[in-house]
């Protein structure tokens, strides 16, 4: 059974960081596209950042791309987001998902979801 677990979230004051932690099971991480996508109150799901399987990197948020830092540890079976800088309007939930081989745009096309980590950045 896949199971993926994403941890690592909390509230922070503008300027901070976290690192932001998806733990997977039922499948290897190596073998996926892993992505992190966010959803704030009101707003749509969008893709931040996602590993292929073969290690490359897509940055999907111009302005977030300095600022977050996406990666994984193969031998942990983990995906990471390390998140500096944070203003207020990074507050979102914070998901992590799976897709076999690429990475895509789109939420439609991974298949395995999990709960999702709450990030909030007071100002």
């Known amino acids: 059974q896949v199971q993926v677990v994403e941890s690592g979230g909390g509230l922070v004051q503008a300027g901070g960081s976290l690192r932001l932690s998806c733990t997977a099971s039922g499948l290897t991480v190596s073998r996926y596209g892993m992505a992190w996508f966010r959803q704030a109150p009101g707003k749509e799901r969008e893709a931040v950042a996602c590993i292929t399987y073969g290690g490359g990197i897509i940055d999907y948020i111009e302005s977030m791309k300095d600022r977050f830092t996406i990666s994984r540890d193969n031998a942990k079976n983990t995906l990471y987001l390390q998140m500096s800088k944070l203003k207020p309007e990074d507050t979102a939930m914070y998901y992590c998902?799976?897709?076999?081989?690429?990475?895509?745009?789109?939420?439609?096309?991974?298949?395995?979801w999990g709960q999702g980590t709450q990030v909030t950045v007071s100002s």
């Open positions: 998902a799976a897709r076999y081989l690429g990475c895509s745009r789109s939420q439609l096309d991974y298949t395995s």
